[in-house]
């Protein structure tokens, strides 16, 4: 079966860097779309970034110049590189596989488990 599998997240200051890994099993997902989401407490989830089978890419505004989102289609992974963290990207950071669309309306079909982010301020 599929599994969205995270890893990277922490306990960082302010002004730090976190790179975040999700490594997709079960099938490949190279002629899909991938992307990061993330859900602080009593929140909605939401969309910080997507990459394309193309290399085409989306961001959250607020993390726009600050955030880099990379893939690896022979490892079946995505990463998010984090810089310049503040306390409001704080949150559970969930990596997700699918189609643009799906991952646009928060309604991929797989998803991980999730990795905590907290930033220390």
């Known amino acids: 079966q599929v599994q969205l599998i995270e890893s990277g997240g922490g306990l960082v200051q302010a002004g730090g860097s976190l790179r975040l890994s999700c490594v997709a099993s079960?099938?490949?997902?190279?002629?899909?779309?991938m992307g990061w989401f993330r859900q602080a407490p009593g929140t909605e989830r939401d969309l910080v970034a997507i990459?394309?089978?193309?290399?085409?890419?989306y961001y959250l505004d607020s993390v726009k110049d600050r955030f880099t989102i990379s893939r690896d289609k022979v490892k079946n992974t995505v990463y998010l590189q984090m810089n310049s963290l503040s306390p409001e990207d704080t949150a559970v950071y969930y990596c997700?596989?699918?189609?643009?669309?799906?991952?646009?309306?928060?309604?991929?079909?797989?998803w991980g488990q999730g990795t905590q982010v907290t930033v220390s301020s």
């Open positions: 997700a596989a699918g189609s643009w669309l799906r991952l646009r309306l928060r309604a991929s079909e797989y």
């Open positions: 079960g099938r490949t997902f190279s002629n899909s779309s």
């Open positions: 990459i394309a089978s193309d290399d085409f890419t």
